[in-house]
T-cell receptor
Framework: GDSVTQMEGPVTLSEEAFLTINCTYT??????LFWYVQYPGEGLQLLLK?????DKGSNKGFEATYRKETTSFHLEKGSVQVSDSAVYFC?????????????FGKGTRLSVIA | DTAVSQTPKYLVTQMGNDKSIKCEQN?????MYWYKQDSKKFLKIMFS???????INETVPNRFSPKSPDKAHLNLHINSLELGDSAVYFC????????????FGQGTRLTVV
């Protein structure tokens, strides 16, 4: 079945550091890929998405590129802020027929210190 | 205007009780979901409904019974609550059933004591 593997956390960075959170996937079909963010005490918010190979999703300074050849969708940000502290989830939704709800990775907790 | 709203936000109850969590979406989506998030933040699909019809039931105990009175609502009823049911439950909705993002509610933190 479909699955998403993302790097274990927690990740602790100083403000303005470069962030990479690795994500790889396994899918039966040709999925769309997503990054969601969960701030403390809140629900999940869509951060960015990509629907086909080589697409780059971007939002709020975060970027991720859909790499079909390496089945990866790594999240990057050039300069993190304290307000970026949250749990980040990589997810996929497959394209085959029927109902294909989002499949999530286990989440990576990011703490940014001033 | 909250797109996906669920109530209550917190629910503390004793073992053996029956409780319900309500969810409503005003996005006009035709597909709704319940996810369970455990203490390690792992998210797992429980149920998926499309146009009020149950599509996915992922090895969830029979004590959990979703009900969708219309496309905009998907409620979760839990009978005979157990300690292991303690988790955060998220409702979500999407347009379509495949290859699409979902919009999530704020979550309901259920604590069974």
């Amino acid at each position: 079945g479909d699955s998403v593997t993302q790097m274990e956390g927690p990740v602790t960075l100083s403000e303005e550091a470069f962030l990479t959170i690795n994500c790889t996937y396994t899918a039966t079909g040709y999925p769309s890929l997503f990054w969601y963010v969960q701030y403390p005490g809140e629900g999940l918010q869509l951060l960015l998405k990509a629907t086909k190979a080589d697409d780059k999703g971007s939002n709020k300074g975060f970027e991720a590129t859909y790499r079909k050849e390496t089945t990866s969708f790594h999240l990057e940000k050039g300069s993190v802020q304290v307000s970026d502290s949250a749990v980040y989830f990589c997810a996929l939704s497959d394209r085959r027929s029927g109902n294909t709800p989002l499949v999530f990775g286990k989440g990576t907790r990011l703490s940014v210190i001033a | 205007d909250t797109a996906v709203s669920q109530t209550p936000k917190y629910l503390v109850t004793q073992m053996g009780n029956d409780k319900s969590i309500k969810c409503e979406q005003n996005l006009g989506h035709d597909t709704m979901y319940w996810y369970k998030q455990d203490s390690k933040k792992f998210l797992k699909i429980m149920f998926s409904y499309n146009n009020k019809e149950l599509i996915i039931n992922e090895t969830v105990p029979n004590r959990f019974s979703p009900k969708s009175p219309d496309k905009a609502h998907l409620n979760l009823h839990i009978n005979s609550l157990e300690l292991g049911d303690s988790a955060v439950y998220f409702c979500a909705s999407s347009r379509g059933q495949t290859n699409t993002e979902a919009f999530f509610g704020q979550g309901t933190r259920l604590t069974v004591v």
